[in-house]
């Protein structure tokens, strides 16, 4: 270390106010060069900055000892190095299509508020959507999605995490809007293919093996040629009518069959094309073009804003029909890009530390029975156990909220008028709405097992109902009060367990599915802006 600032040193040439090199001087020999001792306000100057010589001076002197043997080497960019134009690129030296542009975008939450947020011209539907997540303070859990609506054509559909918003704006007319929405169904088939691709929907040009690794990879890559077939109520463009035809989807568009159920290609003929268009869901399909059944999906090309004829309706018999077909429609549409879109959020969770894990809601967690009874903790497996150990720690809830009505609580509300109103701050309840709401509100968020809300009873007010999914179909269950010791509690097994409030029952139900077809996993939530 100090050889090498010793060299740096001796190499260092003193350089003289005017910015010239000091040149040695010949000494005669027995003689010593004195230099005059230099006062206090001398030394001072000499340490302010002095001036250097500007760069093209630099190089003229460079160029006069350089050796004329050598060969010049011509100047690759001289538009860069020449005396008309800096070294430094200038703002308006960058292309139009390069310089970075922002533009306002208006995003709408489903209780009306919205927010305005500046973006950058590049900025993907993911990127936004954890600029929202960020700014309204939500759990970041993958599964929020940026809706297109357009109200006055009926149709919505989630943007793909990978889409451009600027890009997908710019094909909007001035009535549509983005919606920043839940949707936990958005990656559900690369977990469970199965579920979505019935077998008699699904063909292959090669043998496959029926495994679900087997059937995704079919889809993604692009030299197999998967086929969904089905019959579906397709509306004619420019009338009122539906016909219940024979279709195909391929990787090259959407066909329907002139003859029956024949796939000869004399007697195919083309609906659509999947290249410059896009499927979405149709919102009021039976009031807005008289569709036979509420599974309406319709396939857009980018170029209609607000017309109706070119648009392709097509209606299936129920929902998991319609879910295999817009499903079907995104896998060979965009293939390798859906399930790099899939995995980033797992590589990056991967990436985290152990010490930096992400906060996440109780109800997103997996959550089995345990039992604590013992010096160490141990999972209950046996459901039979499970069962009894929930029985005890709802009784056990019971008797502690019973010790706190006779102790008195440290609430300024009494117990039982806490109890009654305590679930009203929580994200799953959703106060009066109606059951055509609930339903269309899980429709929305993704029908993927687990997915819940609870609401105000209609028929009965003192009463509550949880709306549940299970295998793509929505269900209702009354949760009733209930008086035990002049104490009231609520169930929804008839009073075989108790709970005293809705919090406690939601809690339960997340451990273990008791009566119900499955546990509470995901609750739907509406976000502020």
């Not at 900055?49 to 460079?62: C, N, S, Y």
């Not at 109902?465 to 929505?474: A, E, G, P, R, S």
């Amino acid at each position: 270390m100090n050889a090498s600032l010793e060299s740096m040193q001796s190499d260092t040439v003193p350089l003289l106010q005017n910015g010239q090199h000091a040149r040695s001087q010949p000494r005669a020999s027995g003689t010593r060069s004195v230099q005059p001792q230099a006062s206090p306000r001398q030394r001072v100057q000499r340490s302010q900055p002095v001036h250097i010589l500007a760069v093209r001076r630099l190089q003229e002197e460079d160029q006069q000892f350089r050796t004329s043997s050598l060969p010049a080497i011509p100047n690759p960019f001289p538009e860069l190095c020449g005396p008309g134009s800096p070294p430094v690129l200038t703002p308006g030296s960058l292309p139009p299509s390069q310089a970075t542009a922002k533009q306002d975008v208006k995003v709408f939450s489903e209780d009306g508020t919205s927010k305005v947020v500046e973006i950058l011209a590049d900025m993907t539907a993911r990127d936004l959507c954890q600029l929202l997540v960020y700014k309204s303070h939500c759990v970041d859990d993958n599964s929020w999605t940026l809706v297109e609506h357009h109200p006055h054509l009926g149709l919505e559909r989630c943007l793909e995490d990978h889409e451009l918003v600027v890009q997908v704006e710019s094909t909007m007319a001035s009535e549509s809007k983005f919606l920043f929405r839940k949707n936990y169904a958005k990656y559900e088939f690369f977990k469970n293919p199965m579920n979505f691709f019935p077998e008699q929907m699904v063909t292959w040009c090669q043998q496959s093996n029926g495994s679900q690794s087997q059937l995704l990879q079919n889809f993604l890559n692009s030299s197999s040629c998967p086929e969904i077939q089905g019959f579906l109520h397709v509306k004619e463009l420019g009338k009122k009518s539906w016909k219940k035809l024979y279709v195909c989807l391929r990787r090259s568009g959407l066909y329907c069959s002139t003859k029956g159920t024949s796939k000869e290609p004399r007697h195919l003929q083309l609906l659509a094309d999947l290249e410059d268009s896009n499927i979405f869901s149709l919102i009021a399909g039976r009031k807005q073009y008289s569709a036979p059944t509420d599974h309406g999906l319709c396939i857009k090309p980018n170029k209609v804003r607000n017309e109706t004829k070119e648009l392709r309706l097509l209606c299936a018999e129920d929902e998991q029909t319609r879910t295999c077909w817009m499903t079907a429609f995104r896998l060979l549409k965009y293939g390798m890009l859906l399930y790099q879109n899939y995995r980033i959020p797992q590589q990056r969770k991967a990436l985290l530390s152990p010490f930096s894990t992400p906060v996440r809601s109780v109800s997103e967690n997996s959550l089995v029975a345990m039992d604590f009874s013992g010096q160490t903790g141990r999972v209950i497996e046996n459901p039979a156990e499970a069962q009894s150990a929930a029985l005890e720690e709802g009784h056990a809830w019971r008797k502690r909220s019973t010790r706190m009505n006779i102790l008195g609580s440290q609430s300024p509300l009494h117990p039982s008028t806490l109890s009654t109103v305590i679930h009203r701050t929580q994200h799953w309840f959703h106060g009066r709405i109606s059951r055509e709401e609930s339903h269309r509100i899980i429709k929305q968020q993704g029908l993927v097992d687990g997915l819940f809300l609870l609401r105000d009873s209609q028929s009965n007010p003192k009463a509550f109902v949880l709306t549940l999914c299970h295998h793509q179909k929505i269900k209702n269950f009354q949760i009733l009060p209930c008086e035990d010791d002049g104490q009231t509690f609520f169930s929804l097994d008839d009073g075989n367990t108790k709970f005293s409030d809705l919090i406690q029952l939601v809690d339960f139900y997340q451990l273990n599915k008791g009566v119900l077809p499955c546990k509470l996993k995901h609750h739907c939530i509406r976000v502020a802006l």
